[in-house]
């Protein structure tokens, strides 16, 4: 299912890339915050409604309350890009929160990349305390 929903995110984050805003347009609100560096690696949408995941498969696994809460959310974030609605898209605050989890992607990303060139994409890594078999 996990590389269902990536697949999905791929997908909307392509579909909206010619509407795509560099967060470079808020460096001067998030100067000395946000580097320039991330701020031009980033981008926002403003969408009518925030593209959330319609699959059974999720709702099947419990995730039906997380699909639902979608006009309660001012935005949210698919790896580099992040979804405002229009109201959310003029609250610096909502874009500050959304970067916070773009930051959280790209860590997640550089993790998985070294694992993978560490471990191997199908190796089971098994953690086990000192002095177990």
Same mark, same amino acid.
């Given at each position: 299912?996990?590389?269902?929903?990536?697949?999905?995110?791929? +997908? @909307?984050?392509? #579909? $909206?890339?010619? =509407?795509?805003? &560099?967060?470079?347009?808020?460096?001067?609100?998030?100067?000395?915050? =946000?580097?320039? !560096?991330?701020?031009?690696? &980033?981008y926002? @949408?403003?969408?009518? /409604?925030?593209?959330?995941?319609?699959?059974? +498969?999720? *709702?099947?696994a419990?995730?039906?309350?997380?699909i639902?809460i979608?006009?309660q959310?001012?935005?949210?974030? =698919?790896?580099?890009?992040?979804?405002? @609605?229009?109201? #959310? #898209?003029?609250? @610096?605050?909502? $874009?500050? $929160? !959304?970067?916070? =989890?773009?930051?959280?992607?790209?860590?997640? /990303? *550089?993790?998985?990349?070294?694992? &993978?060139?560490?471990?191997?994409?199908?190796?089971?890594?098994?953690?086990?305390?000192?002095?177990? /078999?």
């Open positions: 299912m996990i590389e269902l929903v990536k697949s999905w995110i791929d +997908e @909307v984050n392509e #579909a $909206h890339k010619p =509407y795509r805003q &560099s967060c470079t347009v808020l460096q001067h609100q998030f100067d000395g915050f =946000y580097s320039p !560096e991330l701020l031009r690696s &980033s926002f @949408v403003i969408v009518k /409604a925030l593209p959330m995941p319609k699959m059974p +498969e999720l *709702r099947e419990g995730l039906g309350d997380f639902d979608q006009d959310l001012g935005g949210i974030t =698919y790896k580099d890009t992040y979804y405002l @609605v229009p109201d #959310a #898209a003029r609250d @610096v605050g909502i $874009h500050f $929160h !959304e970067l916070v =989890y773009v930051i959280q992607s790209m860590a997640n /990303a *550089r993790r998985a990349k070294l694992y &993978s060139a560490l471990y191997g994409r199908n190796t089971k890594v098994w953690l086990r305390r000192p002095g177990t /078999a």
